[in-house]
Protein backbone atom coordinates (compact mmCIF):
# COMPACT_ATOMS: atom_id res chain seq x y z
CA UNK A 1 0.00 0.00 0.00
CA UNK A 2 2.26 2.17 0.89
CA UNK A 3 4.62 1.55 -2.21
CA UNK A 4 1.41 2.39 -4.16
CA UNK A 5 0.86 5.65 -2.58
CA UNK A 6 4.32 6.99 -3.21
CA UNK A 7 4.01 5.73 -6.86
CA UNK A 8 0.79 7.79 -6.78
CA UNK A 9 1.96 10.82 -4.98
CA UNK A 10 5.89 10.76 -7.14
CA UNK A 11 3.58 10.42 -10.75
CA UNK A 12 1.39 13.48 -9.59
CA UNK A 13 4.54 15.47 -8.88
CA UNK A 14 5.92 14.29 -12.05
CA UNK A 15 3.13 15.44 -13.94
CA UNK A 16 2.98 18.70 -12.29
CA UNK A 17 6.51 19.34 -13.33
CA UNK A 18 6.02 18.68 -16.66
CA UNK A 19 3.31 20.54 -17.28
CA UNK A 20 4.45 23.60 -14.99
CA UNK A 21 8.06 23.82 -16.51
CA UNK A 22 9.50 25.22 -19.43
CA UNK A 23 9.41 23.56 -22.70
CA UNK A 24 13.48 23.73 -23.19
CA UNK A 25 16.25 25.34 -22.49
CA UNK A 26 17.17 27.26 -26.28
CA UNK A 27 20.54 28.48 -27.65
CA UNK A 28 20.19 29.38 -31.59
CA UNK A 29 23.66 30.47 -32.80
CA UNK A 30 22.87 33.34 -35.61
CA UNK A 31 19.00 33.64 -34.94
CA UNK A 32 17.20 34.42 -38.01
CA UNK A 33 15.68 37.91 -38.44
CA UNK A 34 12.76 38.18 -40.68
CA UNK A 35 12.95 41.86 -40.42
CA UNK A 36 16.48 44.66 -40.74
CA UNK A 37 19.77 42.74 -41.30
CA UNK A 38 19.80 39.56 -40.41
CA UNK A 39 22.62 38.70 -37.65
CA UNK A 40 26.13 38.14 -37.72
CA UNK A 41 27.85 34.84 -37.50
CA UNK A 42 28.66 35.74 -34.34
CA UNK A 43 24.72 36.41 -32.39
CA UNK A 44 23.00 33.78 -30.78
CA UNK A 45 19.56 33.79 -29.07
CA UNK A 46 18.41 32.65 -25.79
CA UNK A 47 14.73 32.00 -25.61
CA UNK A 48 11.95 31.45 -22.32
CA UNK A 49 14.17 32.46 -19.46
CA UNK A 50 12.21 32.76 -16.72
CA UNK A 51 11.71 35.21 -13.66
CA UNK A 52 9.58 34.16 -10.92
CA UNK A 53 7.81 36.81 -8.33
CA UNK A 54 6.29 34.60 -5.64
CA UNK A 55 8.08 35.30 -2.18
CA UNK A 56 10.91 32.36 -2.12
CA UNK A 57 12.37 32.76 -5.67
CA UNK A 58 11.37 36.55 -6.12
CA UNK A 59 14.88 39.20 -5.22
CA UNK A 60 12.79 41.91 -3.32
CA UNK A 61 10.45 44.31 -2.93
CA UNK A 62 10.11 47.56 -4.25
CA UNK A 63 9.53 51.00 -1.50
CA UNK A 64 6.57 51.15 -3.27
CA UNK A 65 6.07 47.52 -2.32
CA UNK A 66 5.91 45.81 -5.63
CA UNK A 67 7.96 42.61 -6.21
CA UNK A 68 11.08 42.40 -8.59
CA UNK A 69 13.20 40.04 -10.19
CA UNK A 70 16.72 41.20 -11.29
CA UNK A 71 18.27 40.55 -14.56
CA UNK A 72 21.72 41.28 -13.88
CA UNK A 73 25.43 41.08 -14.24
CA UNK A 74 28.90 42.46 -13.61
CA UNK A 75 30.72 43.41 -17.04
CA UNK A 76 34.59 42.85 -16.56
CA UNK A 77 34.72 43.31 -19.92
CA UNK A 78 36.66 46.73 -22.24
CA UNK A 79 34.41 45.80 -24.58
CA UNK A 80 30.92 47.20 -25.32
CA UNK A 81 27.93 44.74 -25.31
CA UNK A 82 24.53 44.79 -27.14
CA UNK A 83 21.29 42.77 -26.17
CA UNK A 84 17.84 42.85 -27.19
CA UNK A 85 15.03 41.92 -24.44
CA UNK A 86 11.64 41.10 -25.18
CA UNK A 87 9.37 40.36 -22.44
CA UNK A 88 6.35 37.72 -22.46
CA UNK A 89 3.57 36.42 -20.48
CA UNK A 90 4.81 33.42 -18.01
CA UNK A 91 1.93 30.82 -17.47
CA UNK A 92 0.90 33.32 -14.80
CA UNK A 93 1.82 37.15 -15.66
CA UNK A 94 0.77 39.97 -14.68
CA UNK A 95 -1.24 42.91 -17.37
CA UNK A 96 1.52 45.10 -17.22
CA UNK A 97 5.11 44.89 -16.46
CA UNK A 98 8.02 47.38 -16.50
CA UNK A 99 11.60 47.33 -16.04
CA UNK A 100 13.20 49.85 -14.21
CA UNK A 101 17.23 50.63 -12.88
CA UNK A 102 18.68 51.95 -10.29
CA UNK A 103 20.46 54.91 -10.93
CA UNK A 104 22.56 56.29 -8.13
CA UNK A 105 19.74 55.37 -6.17
CA UNK A 106 16.74 56.44 -8.07
CA UNK A 107 14.87 53.70 -9.59
CA UNK A 108 14.03 55.45 -13.33
CA UNK A 109 11.50 53.35 -15.71
CA UNK A 110 13.22 51.73 -19.14
CA UNK A 111 10.24 50.46 -20.63
CA UNK A 112 5.98 49.50 -19.55
CA UNK A 113 5.33 46.73 -21.50
CA UNK A 114 1.92 45.10 -21.83
CA UNK A 115 1.89 41.24 -21.80
CA UNK A 116 -1.62 40.54 -22.63
CA UNK A 117 -2.82 39.93 -25.73
CA UNK A 118 0.52 37.68 -26.22
CA UNK A 119 2.27 41.11 -26.37
CA UNK A 120 6.02 41.10 -27.22
CA UNK A 121 7.67 44.37 -25.66
CA UNK A 122 11.10 44.63 -26.31
CA UNK A 123 14.16 46.76 -25.18
CA UNK A 124 17.79 47.32 -25.85
CA UNK A 125 20.45 46.89 -23.29
CA UNK A 126 24.35 48.01 -23.62
CA UNK A 127 26.91 46.84 -20.98
CA UNK A 128 30.28 48.68 -21.64
CA UNK A 129 33.22 48.84 -18.78
CA UNK A 130 34.66 51.61 -20.82
CA UNK A 131 38.00 52.35 -18.58
CA UNK A 132 41.05 50.18 -18.25
CA UNK A 133 39.97 48.24 -15.02
CA UNK A 134 37.55 47.63 -12.57
CA UNK A 135 33.92 46.14 -13.13
CA UNK A 136 30.00 47.41 -13.98
CA UNK A 137 27.78 45.67 -12.21
CA UNK A 138 24.46 45.99 -13.95
CA UNK A 139 21.08 45.26 -13.50
CA UNK A 140 17.55 45.41 -14.55
CA UNK A 141 14.43 45.82 -11.87
CA UNK A 142 11.62 43.36 -13.91
CA UNK A 143 8.48 44.09 -11.73
CA UNK A 144 4.24 44.10 -12.33
CA UNK A 145 2.89 47.94 -13.24
CA UNK A 146 2.66 49.85 -10.11
CA UNK A 147 0.50 49.17 -7.08
CA UNK A 148 0.45 45.31 -7.99
CA UNK A 149 2.11 44.50 -4.50
CA UNK A 150 0.58 40.68 -4.74
CA UNK A 151 1.76 39.39 -7.86
CA UNK A 152 3.31 36.02 -7.74
CA UNK A 153 3.33 34.71 -10.90
CA UNK A 154 6.24 34.88 -13.97
CA UNK A 155 7.42 36.48 -16.79
CA UNK A 156 9.43 35.09 -19.71
CA UNK A 157 12.34 37.14 -21.30
CA UNK A 158 13.74 35.97 -25.09
CA UNK A 159 17.22 38.03 -25.24
CA UNK A 160 19.25 37.97 -28.17
CA UNK A 161 23.05 38.72 -28.67
CA UNK A 162 23.83 42.13 -30.90
CA UNK A 163 26.83 42.35 -32.83
CA UNK A 164 26.48 45.67 -33.09
CA UNK A 165 27.89 49.50 -31.84
CA UNK A 166 26.56 51.25 -29.34
CA UNK A 167 24.79 53.35 -32.02
CA UNK A 168 23.84 50.88 -33.46
CA UNK A 169 22.48 49.08 -30.46
CA UNK A 170 20.69 52.18 -28.82
CA UNK A 171 19.93 55.65 -30.83
CA UNK A 172 20.88 54.31 -34.39
CA UNK A 173 19.24 50.96 -33.69
CA UNK A 174 20.42 48.53 -36.63
CA UNK A 175 19.49 44.51 -36.59
CA UNK A 176 17.71 42.42 -34.17
CA UNK A 177 14.54 42.42 -34.45
CA UNK A 178 14.20 45.94 -34.95
CA UNK A 179 11.27 47.10 -37.64
CA UNK A 180 11.96 50.52 -39.17
CA UNK A 181 8.31 50.92 -39.76
CA UNK A 182 8.07 50.56 -36.23
CA UNK A 183 9.07 52.60 -33.31
CA UNK A 184 12.45 52.39 -32.09
CA UNK A 185 12.82 50.41 -29.05
CA UNK A 186 13.23 51.58 -25.58
CA UNK A 187 16.92 51.33 -24.52
CA UNK A 188 19.26 51.41 -21.45
CA UNK A 189 22.88 51.76 -21.28
CA UNK A 190 25.74 51.32 -18.59
CA UNK A 191 28.78 52.82 -18.84
CA UNK A 192 32.12 52.67 -16.85
CA UNK A 193 32.84 50.48 -13.64
CA UNK A 194 31.59 50.34 -10.22
CA UNK A 195 33.70 53.55 -8.81
CA UNK A 196 32.02 56.25 -11.50
CA UNK A 197 29.45 54.76 -13.66
CA UNK A 198 26.72 56.30 -16.01
CA UNK A 199 22.85 55.42 -16.78
CA UNK A 200 21.47 56.54 -19.82
CA UNK A 201 18.64 55.92 -21.66
CA UNK A 202 16.31 57.02 -24.69
CA UNK A 203 12.81 56.11 -26.64
CA UNK A 204 10.77 56.41 -24.05
CA UNK B 1 -3.68 6.01 6.45
CA UNK B 2 -3.86 7.71 2.90
CA UNK B 3 -4.94 10.97 4.60
CA UNK B 4 -1.84 11.25 6.88
CA UNK B 5 0.31 10.39 3.66
CA UNK B 6 -0.39 13.10 2.05
CA UNK B 7 -0.45 15.74 4.99
CA UNK B 8 2.91 14.40 5.04
CA UNK B 9 4.09 14.93 2.08
CA UNK B 10 2.31 18.45 1.68
CA UNK B 11 4.25 19.70 4.93
CA UNK B 12 7.39 18.30 3.29
CA UNK B 13 6.50 19.91 0.19
CA UNK B 14 5.49 22.73 2.11
CA UNK B 15 8.90 22.95 4.21
CA UNK B 16 11.18 22.42 0.88
CA UNK B 17 9.57 25.54 -0.75
CA UNK B 18 10.17 27.71 3.10
CA UNK B 19 13.73 26.91 3.25
CA UNK B 20 14.13 27.87 -0.55
CA UNK B 21 17.01 30.12 -0.61
CA UNK B 22 15.42 33.76 -1.68
CA UNK B 23 18.19 35.16 -4.50
CA UNK B 24 17.13 34.09 -7.81
CA UNK B 25 18.25 36.91 -9.59
CA UNK B 26 19.61 35.38 -13.42
CA UNK B 27 23.14 36.91 -14.18
CA UNK B 28 24.38 37.84 -17.24
CA UNK B 29 28.12 38.16 -16.42
CA UNK B 30 30.71 39.51 -19.33
CA UNK B 31 34.46 38.15 -19.06
CA UNK B 32 33.56 36.08 -16.10
CA UNK B 33 36.61 35.13 -14.07
CA UNK B 34 38.98 32.94 -16.17
CA UNK B 35 38.04 34.32 -19.22
CA UNK B 36 38.49 36.53 -22.60
CA UNK B 37 36.60 39.85 -23.29
CA UNK B 38 33.61 38.03 -25.28
CA UNK B 39 32.97 35.00 -23.16
CA UNK B 40 30.34 35.33 -21.07
CA UNK B 41 28.04 33.19 -18.82
CA UNK B 42 24.09 33.43 -17.95
CA UNK B 43 23.58 31.96 -14.60
CA UNK B 44 20.67 31.57 -12.11
CA UNK B 45 18.51 29.90 -15.12
CA UNK B 46 16.98 26.85 -12.92
CA UNK B 47 15.15 23.64 -14.61
CA UNK B 48 13.59 20.63 -13.21
CA UNK B 49 13.17 17.95 -16.15
CA UNK B 50 10.31 18.57 -18.09
CA UNK B 51 10.55 15.83 -20.55
CA UNK B 52 10.53 11.90 -20.20
CA UNK B 53 12.59 9.24 -22.19
CA UNK B 54 10.98 5.99 -22.28
CA UNK B 55 14.02 4.01 -23.04
CA UNK B 56 15.79 5.27 -19.82
CA UNK B 57 12.50 5.73 -17.83
CA UNK B 58 14.26 8.98 -17.22
CA UNK B 59 12.91 12.27 -17.51
CA UNK B 60 15.17 14.87 -18.59
CA UNK B 61 15.82 18.85 -19.69
CA UNK B 62 16.29 19.59 -23.45
CA UNK B 63 18.60 22.36 -23.92
CA UNK B 64 18.14 22.66 -27.55
CA UNK B 65 19.38 25.56 -30.54
CA UNK B 66 19.86 25.45 -33.94
CA UNK B 67 23.35 26.37 -36.03
CA UNK B 68 22.71 28.47 -39.09
CA UNK B 69 24.74 27.49 -41.79
CA UNK B 70 26.68 31.13 -42.00
CA UNK B 71 27.15 31.06 -38.16
CA UNK B 72 30.45 30.55 -36.59
CA UNK B 73 31.86 27.81 -34.91
CA UNK B 74 31.13 27.84 -31.07
CA UNK B 75 31.91 26.70 -28.04
CA UNK B 76 29.89 26.67 -25.15
CA UNK B 77 30.17 25.31 -21.69
CA UNK B 78 27.47 23.60 -20.04
CA UNK B 79 27.21 23.09 -16.48
CA UNK B 80 25.11 22.46 -13.66
CA UNK B 81 24.85 23.77 -10.30
CA UNK B 82 22.58 23.63 -6.71
CA UNK B 83 19.13 23.90 -7.30
CA UNK B 84 17.18 26.54 -5.06
CA UNK B 85 15.00 23.78 -3.61
CA UNK B 86 17.65 20.71 -3.79
CA UNK B 87 21.16 21.52 -2.63
CA UNK B 88 23.14 18.59 -4.17
CA UNK B 89 21.32 17.35 -7.68
CA UNK B 90 22.92 14.51 -9.02
CA UNK B 91 22.76 15.26 -13.14
CA UNK B 92 24.25 13.81 -16.47
CA UNK B 93 24.78 15.63 -19.19
CA UNK B 94 24.64 13.64 -22.88
CA UNK B 95 24.12 14.99 -26.23
CA UNK B 96 22.56 13.79 -29.49
CA UNK B 97 23.15 13.10 -33.02
CA UNK B 98 19.51 13.89 -33.82
CA UNK B 99 18.73 10.67 -35.11
CA UNK B 100 17.01 10.28 -31.49
CA UNK B 101 20.05 8.53 -29.72
CA UNK B 102 22.50 10.43 -27.40
CA UNK B 103 25.24 9.87 -25.73
CA UNK B 104 26.63 10.81 -22.39
CA UNK B 105 29.06 13.30 -21.99
CA UNK B 106 29.81 13.99 -18.18
CA UNK B 107 28.57 12.56 -15.25
CA UNK B 108 29.81 13.37 -11.87
CA UNK B 109 32.32 16.34 -13.05
CA UNK B 110 35.56 17.19 -10.21
CA UNK B 111 34.57 14.45 -7.95
CA UNK B 112 30.40 16.18 -7.27
CA UNK B 113 27.60 14.98 -8.42
CA UNK B 114 27.12 17.97 -10.94
CA UNK B 115 27.99 17.86 -14.80
CA UNK B 116 29.98 20.03 -16.52
CA UNK B 117 30.84 19.93 -20.59
CA UNK B 118 32.16 21.66 -23.32
CA UNK B 119 30.36 21.77 -26.93
CA UNK B 120 32.34 22.69 -30.20
CA UNK B 121 29.54 23.21 -32.73
CA UNK B 122 30.01 23.60 -36.13
CA UNK B 123 28.22 23.34 -39.27
CA UNK B 124 30.00 23.24 -42.77
CA UNK B 125 28.41 24.09 -46.36
CA UNK B 126 25.41 23.83 -44.81
CA UNK B 127 22.26 25.45 -47.07
CA UNK B 128 19.78 25.45 -44.02
CA UNK B 129 20.54 25.36 -40.36
CA UNK B 130 21.10 22.26 -38.45
CA UNK B 131 19.81 21.90 -34.67
CA UNK B 132 22.15 20.53 -32.29
CA UNK B 133 20.25 19.39 -28.62
CA UNK B 134 22.17 18.59 -25.30
CA UNK B 135 20.13 16.69 -22.98
CA UNK B 136 20.34 17.12 -19.34
CA UNK B 137 19.03 13.78 -17.59
CA UNK B 138 19.08 12.98 -13.30
CA UNK B 139 21.80 10.14 -12.87
CA UNK B 140 19.10 7.94 -11.94
CA UNK B 141 15.31 7.81 -11.03
CA UNK B 142 15.88 8.65 -7.29
CA UNK B 143 16.88 12.33 -8.47
CA UNK B 144 13.68 12.88 -11.16
CA UNK B 145 12.65 15.74 -8.65
CA UNK B 146 15.60 17.68 -8.51
CA UNK B 147 15.92 21.14 -9.65
CA UNK B 148 19.09 22.16 -10.53
CA UNK B 149 20.74 25.23 -12.04
CA UNK B 150 21.56 25.53 -15.59
CA UNK B 151 24.53 27.78 -16.62
CA UNK B 152 25.59 28.43 -19.81
CA UNK B 153 29.28 29.83 -20.62
CA UNK B 154 30.04 31.29 -24.29
CA UNK B 155 34.03 30.34 -24.52
CA UNK B 156 35.68 32.69 -27.36
CA UNK B 157 38.15 30.09 -28.10
CA UNK B 158 39.64 27.67 -30.91
CA UNK B 159 38.68 24.76 -32.14
CA UNK B 160 41.28 23.59 -30.32
CA UNK B 161 41.10 25.28 -27.04
CA UNK B 162 37.91 24.32 -26.49
CA UNK B 163 38.46 20.53 -26.66
CA UNK B 164 42.06 18.64 -27.84
CA UNK B 165 43.86 21.14 -25.93
CA UNK B 166 42.41 20.37 -22.39
CA UNK B 167 42.40 17.54 -20.33
CA UNK B 168 39.80 18.86 -17.49
CA UNK B 169 36.46 19.66 -19.18
CA UNK B 170 34.62 16.60 -20.90
CA UNK B 171 34.07 18.00 -24.51
CA UNK B 172 31.77 16.73 -27.75
CA UNK B 173 32.27 18.27 -31.31
CA UNK B 174 29.33 18.38 -33.18
CA UNK B 175 29.61 18.72 -36.39
CA UNK B 176 27.30 19.06 -39.14
CA UNK B 177 25.92 19.93 -42.48
CA UNK B 178 22.28 20.78 -42.15
CA UNK B 179 21.35 16.98 -42.46
CA UNK B 180 21.01 14.42 -40.23
CA UNK B 181 22.57 12.78 -38.22
CA UNK B 182 25.19 14.87 -36.95
CA UNK B 183 29.00 13.53 -36.81
CA UNK B 184 29.61 13.34 -32.80
CA UNK B 185 33.16 13.29 -31.91
CA UNK B 186 34.11 12.82 -28.15
CA UNK B 187 36.90 13.22 -25.82
CA UNK B 188 38.33 10.12 -24.13
CA UNK B 189 37.19 11.58 -20.78
CA UNK B 190 33.45 12.13 -21.75
CA UNK B 191 31.67 9.26 -19.90
Known sequence: MLKKIFAGVGALLLGSAFVAQPALARFDLHFASDLADGGTAYEWYMKDIVFTFDAETRDGVMPSGEPYALFKGTDASPNGHCLEI?????????????????DHGTFRLVTIANLENGGYPTMRLWVHRNTSSGSLPWALYLMPEDGNTEFSGDIHVDVRRLEVSKAGCTTNQVGGAFDPTLNPFPWVAFEGNSGNYTITKGNF | MIRRMAIGSGVLLSMALLTAPSDAAVSWNLKPSGTGNWDWNLKGVYQVYDYWDPNTSLPYTLYYG??????????????????????????????GDGSGSVWSVNDDFGGTLLSKARIWIRYTGATNEGPYNVWIKPYNSNYSFDDYELITTRRDLSEAACTTNQTT???????????????????PNAA
Not at chain 1, 86 to 102: C, D, E, H, I, T
Not at chain 2, 70 to 95: K, Q
Open chain 1, 86 to 102: SFLPGWSPPSWMQARVN
Open chain 2, 66 to 95: FMWHDAADHCIEISTGPGRFVANPDTRIWV
Open chain 2, 169 to 187: IPWVKIIGNGNLPSTLVFS
